[in-house]
């Protein structure tokens, strides 16, 4: 078995995406208006009602016309929207590509050293038209990796980090010396429909939401345990903006940089806001119960962004002259049958990746545990006090910066190695809780300290 280590590392900054759907059209109508100039502002309101009547009046007759002719008409409320929704996730992938390869200042095309390319999303490879054919191939050519074995890897939240697992074995057990593995999804650029499809239980329905809040109740946690837990979350990310390493700055127009995390700018709000907000719906039935605790505040938001790393074996880092920023020590998942037990799934993976390494909870300086709900990271410290408050997501995570899904993994991966390097962590541990009941780990080394 060779040793693995990360030579590169790059991930976008996370894209914020309003959603856009039946729950607030109304909203979407009236920025449009607005966005035209061409009515004052006490014609607004008249003028959205209108556009909206007109619209509700056409979707009836749609209906109404496919039930006589057979015929199925695609309609569509407008995309979610956001920064990066124009621009390609197979643009945005080269985008993190370029930025890896200008870090290599060497004599090597390391582009034509890359022996494998496993990328990780779950919505752009299916709802983007440029990318339903051997996605991470065609980027792979794109980029010049022309010998890469390339694949693309569909496994919920925790794409992006399975891709780097499938780098890493590569190189471990067979025979690879460079690999690139990591995520990228977008979220908006797509109906919020097909995004929300991602979110829910496919057995019974219930949103990823309400089997969550079933596990916080049954284990006793409190909704104020989860918003002070997202507050601080929220105040951590932004104390950390601007001082990212490995950023992937994305030009996405003449006017427009994005080169810094949008939700945390965007959405920062004081605490006492967090107890004023509604609890989700368990399902999206008209008649569903509401969540005892759950909020959009006490969890993720869709998001844009992604991570990629380059591993290098221990001669493939000789050849490139470089130095390491970490080393893999090992990759482990855990699954089971219970979807709601999924936000319990990350304690069973990394307690595998430890055991792997033959390390304990209480060696690990740094743990990187997604927050799609605030609850499964409240419960994992609470099963391991040795987890202490500045020892989980330190600058934050999914509740300040949003969650995009298949690229998250692949993002913390990158801000994990980030956060060792600048903070001198020795181990670390990034985790993603997925679907159906299912978790992914990975275990690094700093080896500078």
Not at 321 to 326: A, E, Q
Not at 341 to 352: C, N, R, T
């Amino acid at each position: 078995m060779k040793e693995v280590y990360v030579a590169f590392a790059s991930h976008l900054p996370f894209g914020a995406v309003d959603q856009v759907g039946p729950h607030n059209f109304k909203n979407y109508l009236r920025k449009k208006a607005i966005a035209s100039g061409k009515c004052g502002k006490d014609e607004i309101a008249k003028v959205v009602e209108e556009m909206y009547a007109a619209a509700m009046k056409f979707l009836s007759e749609v209906k109404e016309f496919e039930t006589r002719t057979g015929l199925t008409i695609k309609t569509e409320y407008p995309p979610n929207e956001g920064s990066f929704m124009n621009t390609p996730a197979a643009d945005l992938t080269l985008v993190m590509l370029e930025h890896l390869f200008a870090q290599y200042k060497g004599k090597y095309n390391l582009r034509e050293l890359i022996d494998v390319f496993y990328l990780g999303s779950v919505i752009s490879h299916k709802t983007d038209e440029n990318a339903v054919h051997a996605f991470a191939k065609v980027i792979a050519l794109r980029a010049g990796m022309n010998r890469a074995h390339a694949f693309t890897e569909d496994m919920a939240c925790s794409s992006g980090l399975k891709g780097i697992g499938l780098a890493y074995d590569a190189i471990a057990h067979h025979g690879a010396d460079f690999a690139i593995g990591g995520g990228v999804e977008k979220m908006s650029g797509v109906p919020d429909r097909l995004v929300r499809f991602g979110l829910t239980n496919p057995f019974d329905g219930h949103l990823m939401a309400g089997l969550a809040d079933k596990t916080a109740t049954m284990f006793g946690l409190t909704r104020e345990e989860l918003d002070d837990f997202a507050f601080e979350s929220r105040q951590r990310a932004l104390l950390w903006q601007g001082k990212h390493r490995f950023i992937a700055s994305v030009r996405v127009s003449d006017s427009l940089t994005v080169d810094r995390d949008e939700e945390v700018d965007a959405h920062q709000m004081p605490r006492k806001l967090f107890s004023k907000l509604p609890t989700y719906p368990v399902s999206e039935a008209a008649d569903a119960e509401k969540c005892k605790m759950v909020t959009a505040g006490n969890s993720a938001a869709y998001a844009d962004g992604g991570g990629l790393v380059v591993l290098a074996s221990r001669d493939g880092l000789k050849k490139l002259g470089v130095s390491p920023l970490g080393k893999v020590l090992a990759y482990a998942e855990a699954t089971g049958s219970d979807p709601k037990s999924f936000i319990l799934k990350p304690k069973e993976a990394i307690g595998k990746a430890l055991m792997m390494a033959g390390l304990k909870w209480k060696d690990v300086g740094h743990f990187e545990v997604n927050e799609a709900f605030a609850a499964g990271n409240v419960l994992l410290m609470k099963f391991h006090p040795e987890i202490t408050r500045d020892k989980m997501n330190r600058h934050g995570g999914a509740v300040a910066h949003g969650h995009a899904i298949g690229g998250t993994g692949g993002s913390l991966v990158v801000k994990s190695v980030d956060i060792s390097l600048t903070d001198s962590v020795k181990y670390y541990v990034v985790s993603l809780c997925h679907a159906v009941d299912s978790a992914s780990a990975m275990l690094l080394e700093n080896p500078n300290v």
